[in-house]
């Protein structure tokens, strides 16, 4: 059959010069067992991947600002919700996210179908050689747990953000397709697999994250390298995302303190910095930050296709951010207390937004603008706490999860204190009920804002949104939703289509739309 395409399978894991990255020749072309035969050569190995992490050029046909890691998707799915508002389009990047004008470019090799599919599939494909190479890799037992464990902490992640955005979310939906999985090598000749359920996708994603904290933790006396490498606490936290989407509170709960070990809610210090020169959200080295890349001047092939030139509106560079203001949604920022220091992440100023309203943010800078430098932030314990609180609460635990809430809290507003109990949520987000539960969420969504992809907890919590001029959207924003069905949490409007080229390759899949073929409904679906 022709190459499989469902995942750029074709991706291998040559290593090139000291720069850690990955070469697209055919998995074939080199011998597994040459490859991974010892820790040596599996570390370069992984350490390429997490190149992946932050560059671009891994996951599309052309050089489009929008695509470049993790980041990215991040931004897309923030975009896709009611929080992060983009003041005017600038020259179109990450705009047709943000008006929900992605689906229908499934044909396209440049757009977020393609995109985001060939991304994790990349990753996946490059992981299971190291995943193979377990019983046969030579080194210290230790070494061979670290880099084992981190091989499977990122199959386990990789196929949790595909079923993110290729399916409906997992509590009600676990029989519906969702995508092909494959556990082992994969060549030029390797068949193509059919959609598997939602259900067994996270059969395989947990006993992957499960087998990752086991590995990890075995080896947790063997120090990380860098921040950039997924240890026991970063597992546990993927993990304690994972349970948030299974509604497995008390498994969510154990995994979120473990993964805070050592771990400290950063203070003023650590989150706001003037001029961006020492902030939590471009340096790794701060006492609150899990996971992320650290990135150097030479490692930065375009300053231009970055979170940071998206988000930074302050470069004297010319940097996108100035061209395509991010700003809060204005209901959101009214619910910061008086004295809550988040207050300083957003700005209500003329200096750059002339003759407009809005709150513009200030969270993301760049430490170094004339390079443009900042390191890439994943994960904050801050996250880990919230996920805590939140577990706790859906267990009855009030109580607890008012401690675990105060925890953050307590860093960012002296004046907060919170009673409240229960676990309501509104049919939509706009919709208060008061509940502590929903007081978790409003600080999660002004915490994170973003970092954490909007829409996912949109979809997990099972809410609809709104769009409204109060809340700061542009008028093309809030028509672009005019006939979606964004409003109900059963839509599929928040689901990718499948690209064209896996049909176009994958013979085992039908390219007509669902319930009859594997193509995603256009439309809503409901």
Known sequence: MKKITLILILSSLIITSCEDRLDT????????????????????????????????????????????GVQSYTMAANLMGEDLIIAESGDGWFWTDYVYNVKRAY???????YDIWT?????????????????????????????????????????????????RTYIGHENEKCVPVYTEPTSSATKGNPRA???????????????????????????????????????????????????????AEKAAKIAQENFEVGDADDIIAPGGESSSFNDVGHK????GNIVINDQIRDHYRQFMCHMDTEGEYGYYGKNAHKQINKLLYAKLGANDIRRAWWVLDEKYLPNKE??????????????????????????????????????GKNGDAQAALMKLMEKRDPSYSVSKTGTALGTLTTDE?????????????????????????????????????????????????????????????????????????????????????DQNPFGSGI
């Open 25 to 68: 020749s055919p998995t074939d072309a080199v011998p597994s067992n040459i490859m991974m035969n010892n820790t040596d050569n599996a570390i370069i190995s992984l350490n390429g991947i997490y190149r992946m992490m932050f560059e671009w050029g891994y996951s599309t046909t052309s050089n489009y600002g929008h695509s470049f």
């Open 107 to 113: 044909t396209s090799t440049s757009y977020r179908p």
């Open 119 to 167: 991304y994790f599939y990349r990753v996946i494909a490059n992981v299971n050689y190291i995943i193979a190479a377990k019983e046969t890799m030579q080194g210290e037992p230790n070494e061979i747990n670290y880099i084992v464990g981190q091989a499977y902490a990122l199959r386990a992640y990789s196929y949790f953000y595909l079923a993110q955005y290729y399916s």
């Open 197 to 251: 359920t939602v259900n067994d996708v996270y059969v395989l994603i947990r006993a992957d994250i499960d087998t990752a904290v086991n590995r990890l933790t075995t080896a947790k006396n063997r120090s990380r390298t860098n921040e950039t490498h997924i240890d026991y606490r970063v597992a546990n936290a993927f993990k304690a995302d994972i349970c948030l989407v299974t509604n497995e509170w008390e498994q």
């Open 288 to 291: 609150n930050v899990m996971w």
């Open 358 to 395: 809005g709150y513009l943010q200030m969270k993301f800078k760049y430490r170094d603008y004339q390079n443009g430098i900042a390191d890439r932030i994943y994960l904050r314990v801050e996250e880990m706490i919230l996920v805590e609180a939140e577990a706790l609460c859906r267990q």
């Open 433 to 517: 009920t008061g509940s502590l539960l929903e007081e978790i969420i409003t600080q999660r969504r002004i915490e994170l804002w973003g970092e954490h992809g909007r829409i996912y907890d949109i979809k997990r919590l099972k809410q609809g949104f709104v769009r409204t001029e109060a809340m700061g959207h542009p008028t093309e924003a809030i028509t672009a939703l005019n006939n979606l069905k964004v409003n109900n949490p059963e839509t599929y409007d928040w689901v990718l289509t499948l690209p064209q080229y896996e049909f176009d390759n994958n013979k085992t899949l039908s390219p007509n739309e669902i319930p009859n073929g």
